[in-house]
């Protein structure tokens, strides 16, 4: 899925995964914030500052646990 596909499965609850993640790694969002794996929320424009390049635009798919 893209980048808009995963952030809206993200702010419906869903666990998202990127091509460039490890296995465990998963993102998700609860009250407009992002929520990782491991515990870090932070706000989407910080998370996604970072991640500016196109090979973030794609390459998410729901989390499987």
């Known amino acids: 899925m893209n980048k ?37 929320i932070c706000p989407p424009q910080e998370f996604w500052q970072w991640r500016t390049d196109p090979c973030w635009d794609s390459g998410y798919e729901l989390f499987n646990e």
């Open 4 to 40: 808009q596909e995963a952030i809206h499965a993200m702010q419906e609850g869903k666990k998202v995964t990127h091509r460039y993640f490890t296995p465990n790694e998963w993102m998700t969002m609860k009250e407009g914030m992002i929520v990782l794996e491991d515990g870090v």
